[in-house]
């Protein structure tokens, strides 16, 4: 059990810069995401933990200690690769004992660790079999044991549930999660699926391009995303980015985004907004859910508005719709009672309380 | 569930098989053509050999059909194994091919797994180099060598030529190369993430290359060994030049000079001897073919 903290750290192959300089401090217990598109540096730092990886530039440290030249036997971590990484000739036990054979524990210690490994992640009548005679699920959790026998400082997840499909992902990921409550240990988990990173995080560490664009708890990177790309990253079906600026109309903010279209700011979002130049290009931002059918009675912050649906789909419990506005194509939530039809016009609202403004060119949100 | 749907589908399409099977039962036919044909153009030589073995040296002169035996005897085989000199031969071979094989697989998978995973410098361009050395024929190497060892003999006065194991120096010049080849080109089959997670686990280069990549790179060994002992049984060249005294032949020159005196040709043990000394290979093939198992490494990783 130890905190891990990140200081500037950068990893540069030849001449591209991976990693640009990350600072990250992980917490006792705590079970972290790094989530990002491919290439967003995501696993190279996860690797640079592991010290698979040198590092070019910064520090870390594992428990206080700097490891940065400290070799990965030596950290006391465990690692969970994406293709488990099982070794082919040996049985599940041997598997999940080899690294405490090598540290010549004694054989009865190991015989209790894997025991209660096994039991842990339910895989202890598969003990004596080969890896090739497992399913993938079953492979998955021998990695996983492996890593958990070894008791480490730290667990380190490299995009683990990759290989599953759809159905078995849902499940390991339950699994993971309950292991996490039991043993408590650090863990720090890369994954490029923003769900994955949703549900089982206590933080998440968003990455694109080397950088970290936030950090910070699911819900808030769902509430308050700092940035367009985490805006549009987190969630599903994505935040829509329409264009729009600001006007001053009659003492009061408007947000104009055609000659026809305009809504009145609520005041809490208006006193927000009031320094923002009217000039710049901005980008209003809704999540699909604040775009809903439109409501007998008006309510504050809801502004109704007419639109002419591309595509609907029906999903049972709602259904979504997709029409194009400014050029920008705009996905919303409504009851499938609404009369949402392919190609038919719909009354709409959207609730602006839960709106977010951002820069078009900084790609901030303001 | 996608299974379920074609076959559903399945009714409502024609189905062709006529032509599909015409296709394979051709394509087997062809197949079956050619195999035996080259089932014969390599089998025909040992049966001659195995039919000249079994002849008298009179029956062998006599102008009688070649590839019948009237009076099959024995007498070929009994006296090559019960002669000395054939049996230091045999001995011989046995000796350098088995210290051969043990050499070649000591270098050249240490120096494969180095090559292909501990990613030092120039440790590619040091591979394709491995590769390069194998190309140069040994019928261009045999001089300079043979010069290397009296020059050496003449300064340390430790004489090697004509010593049975100077070819102990000198087949691994062919064997080692290749063998390495065929174990970077395994090694690099196994998946970058086995030797990290053995590195995790707390396993040094030596354990990981012991306890991992060995194990798993079990065919590849087979092949590279199989492979060495080949070479080493075959070998004529380098024999017949650094070997003259009879107690220091190997099975392949000491069958060409003390069966052939002159112009003399003792054809019925020359073959008998040719095969006999084939047998050796023959059984390590059949009895290593059963561990020759290449999917060993399915199950590591996905897939």
Redesign the interface.
């Known amino acids: 059990m130890a905190d891990v903290t990140l200081r500037k750290v950068i990893k540069r192959y030849d001449d591209v810069e991976a990693v640009r300089g990350i600072d990250l401090d992980i917490a006792d217990h705590e079970f972290v995401v790094l989530v990002g598109p491919s290439g967003c540096g995501k696993s190279t730092t996860l690797r640079m933990i592991a010290g698979l990886e040198d590092i070019t530039d910064g520090d870390i440290m594992i428990g206080g200690d700097v490891v940065n030249d400290v070799p990965p036997k030596d950290r006391d971590i465990a690692m969970v690769f994406q293709n488990y990484a099982l070794y082919p000739h040996m049985t599940v036990a041997e598997n999940m004992s080899f690294g405490l054979r090598l540290k010549r524990y004694p054989k009865a210690e190991i015989k209790t660790r894997i025991d209660e490994a096994a039991r842990m992640l339910d895989i202890v009548e598969l003990v004596d079999r080969k890896p090739k005679q497992l399913s993938g699920g079953q492979r998955q959790r021998v990695a996983m044991g492996r890593a958990i026998v070894r008791n480490p400082k730290v667990f380190l997840f490299d995009e683990p549930l990759s290989n599953l499909d759809a159905k078995l992902r849902v499940q390991m990921r339950i699994e993971i999660k309950k292991v996490h409550q039991k043993v408590r240990t650090t863990t720090v988990y890369v994954t490029h699926d923003q769900v994955e990173a949703m549900t089982l995080a206590d933080r998440v560490v968003v990455m694109n391009h080397g950088r970290i664009e936030q950090i910070g708890t699911p819900n808030e990177l769902y509430h308050k995303p700092a940035t367009r790309f985490v805006a549009s990253f987190i969630g599903s079906p994505a935040m829509n980015f329409i264009p729009c600026r600001l006007e001053d109309v009659g003492g009061k903010l408007n947000i104009r985004i055609t000659d026809r279209i305009a809504f009145p700011l609520p005041p809490a979002r208006a006193a927000r907004y009031q320094g923002v130049s009217r000039t710049d290009k901005l980008l209003l931002g809704v999540r699909p859910e604040h775009i809903t059918e439109a409501k007998p009675h008006s309510e504050p912050g809801i502004e109704p508005f007419d639109a002419v649906l591309d595509v609907t789909e029906p999903m049972g419990m709602e259904t979504l719709i997709y029409f194009t506005l400014e050029g920008a194509q705009i996905c919303g939530r409504v009851n499938p009672n609404a009369g949402a039809r392919d190609g038919s016009p719909l009354r709409l609202a959207v609730d602006l309380n839960n709106m977010h403004l951002l820069n078009e060119v900084t790609g901030v949100v303001l | 569930m996608s299974t379920l749907a074609i076959d559903k589908a399945g009714p409502t399409r024609k189905t062709k098989y006529g032509s599909m099977s015409r296709d394979r039962t051709w394509a087997l036919r062809w197949s079956y053509f050619f195999l035996i044909l080259f089932a014969i153009f390599s089998l025909v030589p040992p049966i001659y050999m195995l039919i000249t073995s079994l002849k008298s040296s009179a029956e062998i002169s006599a102008a009688t059909n070649p590839w019948w035996v009237y009076h099959p005897t024995l007498s070929n085989y009994v006296e090559l194994l019960t002669s000395n000199q054939f049996l230091t031969f045999f001995r011989n071979s046995a000796f350098v091919s088995v210290f051969v094989v043990t050499i070649t697989m000591l270098i050249s998978v240490p120096a494969a797994f180095a090559l292909s995973r501990m990613r030092f410098w120039g440790s590619a361009t040091l591979a394709t180099g491995v590769f390069l050395t194998y190309l140069i024929p040994d019928t261009l190497l045999f001089l300079p060598l043979f010069k290397m060892f009296a020059v050496f003999g003449d300064w340390t006065g430790i004489q090697l030529i004509n010593r049975w194991y100077v070819l102990l120096l000198l087949y691994p010049t062919l064997t080692v190369p290749f063998a390495t080849w065929i174990m970077i080109g395994y090694f690099a089959s196994i998946?970058k993430?086995?030797d990290?997670?053995?590195?995790?686990?707390?396993?040094s280069w030596f354990?990981t290359l012991t306890?991992?990549f060995i194990?798993?790179a079990m065919p590849g060994i087979i092949a590279a060994t199989i492979f060495a002992f080949t070479v080493s049984w075959a070998q004529f060249l380098y024999p017949l030049v650094f070997t003259t005294s009879t107690d220091q032949l190997v099975l392949p020159v000491g069958i060409i000079t003390s069966l052939i005196k002159g112009d003399v040709f003792n054809w019925g043990q020359i073959m008998t001897g040719a095969l006999l000394g084939a047998a050796p290979p023959l059984i390590i093939y059949a009895f290593l073919m059963d561990y020759y198992i290449a999917g060993?490494?399915?199950?590591?990783?996905?897939g």
Do not use: Y
């Not at chain 2, 990290?196 to 396993?203: H, L, P, Q, S, V």
């Not at chain 2, 060993?296 to 996905?302: D, H, V």
């Open positions: 998946p993430e086995l990290e997670a053995a590195i995790i686990d707390g396993a354990q306890r991992i194990p798993v060993l490494t399915a199950g590591a990783t996905k």
